[in-house]
């Protein structure tokens, strides 16, 4: 059973940082692929960056420049490093673990920009 864990979310004044980090546990295999997605309240969840295991990243448009996801294999962990945040960030954020055709979800952990 692959079980994931955020942490990092909170409050944070527009144009500030924060970096959320994810650790996954349980049997995770080489060739998957780890990320962030949000959901603001009243949207569906979209995505935010994801990255398979040595590829490169991808980025939600709305966030390319702004944001840097890495992944520490060893560890099995993924961080999304968020900076120039805008109010409109403000959301709910998961971590996901895609293998062998499955998706795996965290609980979530708040982010909150205020203006």
């Known amino acids: 059973q692959v079980q994931l864990r955020e942490s990092g979310g909170g409050l944070v004044q527009a144009g500030g940082s924060l970096r959320l980090s994810c650790a996954a546990s349980g049997r995770i295999f080489s060739i998957s692929t780890m990320g962030w997605y949000r959901q603001a309240p009243g949207n569906e969840r979209e995505l935010v960056a994801t990255?398979?295991?040595?590829?490169?990243?991808n980025y939600a448009d709305s966030v390319k420049g702004r944001v840097v996801i890495s992944r520490d294999n060893a560890k099995n962990m993924v961080d999304l490093q968020m900076n120039s945040l805008k109010p409109e960030d403000t959301a709910v954020y998961f971590c996901?673990?895609?293998?062998?055709?499955?998706?795996?979800w965290g609980q979530g952990t708040q982010v909150t920009v205020s203006s």
């Open positions: 996901s673990l895609l293998q062998l055709g499955r998706t795996y």
């Open positions: 990255i398979f295991n040595g590829g490169r990243p």
